[in-house]
Antibody, heavy 119, light 107 residues
């Protein structure tokens, strides 16, 4: 059974960079039929897609966040990572890593999510 | 950006009732729509993709319909474990976007 697990600091200061890593277990990250995404959910609000990456390193970012986001992949560790720079209180959210269908975009596996507070 | 509008925001329902949730897209997203269920403190779970295809392991009481701009998620007979928030997601237009969710609560 595929599992995704987010890790990283739960508290980040304003103007600093948020960094999270997602470790994938129970399957390989190096599959062309999927890409690996980051999605966030501010408290009591809806979901926002941040961006995604293929195992080849090709990346796709939400234009609303593109100037501040970097997503990278480490296939040897079966991990992918998110960096979000110049954070503000508006970036406080539960951050999910996810596996998304390359042919479509729906999410079939989610991490449990990690709350990151900017304060 | 494609706007996904879900209605109602909250739905109060008794167990055993039939439930219909709505998701409207602007502009059209063809059939590139998914539905997710989210319970408190948990990650969302994929229910439906391609507007009407149930994901693996999803009970038959969940069904999806629609195309273009109007979509519906139907729960034929609400079970106690179905009380949750339901989100729709479009993956037709760039960037993919989600609706704000419909909360299904106990009446």
């Amino acid at each position: 059974q595929l599992q995704l697990q987010e890790s990283g600091p739960g508290l980040v200061k304003p103007s600093e960079t948020l960094s999270l890593t997602c470790t994938v277990s129970g399957g390989s990250i190096s599959i062309s039929s999927y890409y690996w995404g980051w999605i966030r959910q501010p408290p009591e609000k809806g979901l926002e897609w941040i961006g995604g990456i293929y195992y080849t390193g090709s990346t796709y970012y939400n234009p609303s966040l593109k100037s501040r986001v970097t997503i990278s992949v480490n296939t040897s560790k079966n991990q992918f990572s998110l960096r979000l720079s110049s954070v503000t209180a508006a970036d406080t959210a539960v951050y999910y890593c996810a596996r998304q269908s390359a042919a479509a975009g729906f999410v079939d596996y989610w991490g449990q999510g990690t709350l990151v507070t900017v304060s | 950006e494609t706007v996904m509008t879900q209605s109602p925001a909250t739905l109060s329902v008794s167990p055993g009732e039939r439930v219909t949730l709505s998701c409207r897209a602007s502009p059209s997203v063809s059939s590139n729509l998914a539905w997710y269920q989210q319970k408190p403190g948990q990650a969302p779970r994929l229910l439906i993709y391609g507007a009407s295809t149930r994901a693996t392991g999803i009970p038959a009481r969940f069904s999806g319909s629609g195309s273009g701009t109007e979509f519906t998620l139907t729960i034929s007979s609400l079970q106690s474990e179905d009380f949750a928030v339901y989100f729709c997601q479009q993956y037709s237009n760039w960037p993919q976007t989600f609706g704000q969710g419909t909360k299904v609560e106990i009446k």
